[in-house]
């Protein structure tokens, strides 16, 4: 029991130093895992902007607690991909066209552009009209950016 517990006091001794000694651009293992990252945030974003176009749309009946619900996954997810758009993925296989690595600061200003509007469109869930409205905001500034660096 006793050398259990030693051995997992070093391997978390071990974890926390190379946590420490990480480099804030390091957070992805492979290149790949960053692609996966990204994919993955954006997939999810698109999962719940899909559930309140239903309701938008009138396909779905309205409901203010969902409609809440996935305002603030979409905010949160809005906040993930941009840093996984690391050099490193360059060559790899993705849905990025390559003049977005060229363009960093530009994708910056299109991923704040979102950030923005996903932030108001968590605060326009509680009326279906408002949220038509901004649905349509936050629509138009995910196509800004796909029309750029998306490969279609
Ligand atoms: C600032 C640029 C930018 C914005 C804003 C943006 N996207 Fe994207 N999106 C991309 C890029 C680049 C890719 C390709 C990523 C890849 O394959 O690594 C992508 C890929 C995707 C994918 C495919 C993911 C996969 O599994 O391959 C979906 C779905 C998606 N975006 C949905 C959205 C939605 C919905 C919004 C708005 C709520 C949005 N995106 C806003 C740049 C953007």
């Not at 409901?63 to 690391?86: K, N, Y």
Request: proline share 4%; aromatic share 6%.
């Amino acid at each position: 029991m006793a050398s259990k517990t030693v051995i997992a006091l070093r391997i978390s001794a071990v974890a926390a130093g190379l946590a420490i000694a990480a480099p804030a651009a390091a957070q992805f293992q492979k290149p790949e895992d960053a692609v996966k990252y990204r994919q993955s945030a954006f997939t999810v974003m698109s999962n719940h902007m899909g559930r309140l176009a239903a309701m938008a749309k009138g396909e779905r009946p309205f409901d203010a607690a969902a409609a809440q619900a996935s305002a603030r996954v979409i905010e949160t997810m809005a906040r993930l991909p941009w840093e996984a758009f690391v050099p490193a993925t360059e060559g790899l296989k993705s849905g990025a066209k390559p003049a977005l690595y060229q363009n960093l600061a530009d994708v910056r200003t299109l991923a704040d552009r979102l950030n923005g509007e996903t932030g108001k469109l968590r605060g326009s869930v509680g009326d279906l009209d408002a949220l038509r409205k901004q649905l349509g905001a936050t629509g138009a500034a995910c196509k800004a950016c796909h029309d750029k660096y998306r490969v279609m």
